[in-house]
C-alpha cells in the first residue's frame, strides 16, 4: 500500500502480508495539532471542511483527538461533510465563515482542495482562521499563486517536497519533470 492514507486500511483488516511504504495520516495530524498548540496558542475554536469517507473521517479524528490532548478546552464551532467530488464549497464556506473558527482543518486533496481554495480565496476565509491541510502538497505545484497565504500543511512523510536527495530520487525526478511537465 504505498499512498493509502487512511489508517483504518492497515490497523482495521486482517492481512497475511501487508506493508505500506508511507505514513498514515495519524502522523500528519498529530504534527499539526501539535504544530497549532506550539505556535498558535491561544486558539480556542476549531472548524472543518473534511471529504465525507474513510480518509476524511480518519484524519478529521486523529486531528481533533491530538488537539484536544494538548488544548483539551478547544471547541470544535463547524463541521462540515461534504461528498468528494463535489466541486462547489459555497454552502460549506459560508457555513465555516459564519463561525469563525480560530483553525479549519481540511484534508480535502487534488481537484477538491484545489475547488475549496478557488472559491474560499475571495471571501477570506483564510484571513480570519488559519487554514491546516495536510495533503495540500499534492496539489501545491498546480496551483502555485493560486494557493492561499499561510496555510500550514504537512507532506507525506519523506517523498514528495520532502524527499531526500539520492541518485534514485534525482533520476525519478527529472525523467518526471521532462516527461510530463510537472512535478513529480
Not at 497475511?16 to 491561544?42: E, G, H, K
Not at 500543511?153 to 518526471?176: K, M, Q
Request: glycine residues 6%.
Amino acid at each position: 500500500m504505498s499512498t493509502c492514507a487512511p489508517p483504518r486500511i492497515f490497523e482495521d483488516a486482517k492481512y497475511d502480508y501487508v506493508f505500506r511504504t508511507t505514513a498514515s495520516t495519524t502522523m500528519d495530524s498529530v504534527a499539526l495539532a501539535l504544530y497549532a498548540q506550539a505556535r498558535m496558542p491561544s486558539a480556542k475554536t476549531v472548524g472543518h471542511i473534511n471529504p465525507n469517507y474513510a480518509l476524511g473521517q480518519d484524519s478529521w479524528r486523529d486531528f481533533i483527538a491530538a488537539l484536544k490532548a494538548v488544548k483539551p478546552n478547544a471547541e470544535v464551532a463547524a463541521e462540515q461533510w461534504p461528498t468528494p467530488g463535489a466541486g462547489q464549497y459555497a454552502a460549506e464556506i459560508s457555513a465555516l465563515a459564519s463561525k469563525r473558527p480560530d483553525l479549519i482543518h481540511t484534508s480535502m486533496a487534488g481537484a477538491d482542495l484545489e475547488a475549496f481554495f478557488t472559491q474560499m480565496r475571495p471571501r477570506g476565509l483564510h484571513e480570519q482562521s488559519k487554514i491546516f491541510a495536510p495533503l495540500l502538497e499534492l496539489s501545491m505545484y498546480r496551483m502555485g499563486a493560486q494557493l492561499p497565504d499561510g496555510v500550514i500543511f504537512t507532506a507525506r512523510g519523506t517523498n514528495g517536497l520532502f524527499a531526500p536527495a539520492s541518485p534514485v530520487n534525482d533520476w525519478i525526478t527529472a525523467n518526471y519533470r521532462s516527461r510530463y511537465k510537472d512535478e513529480p
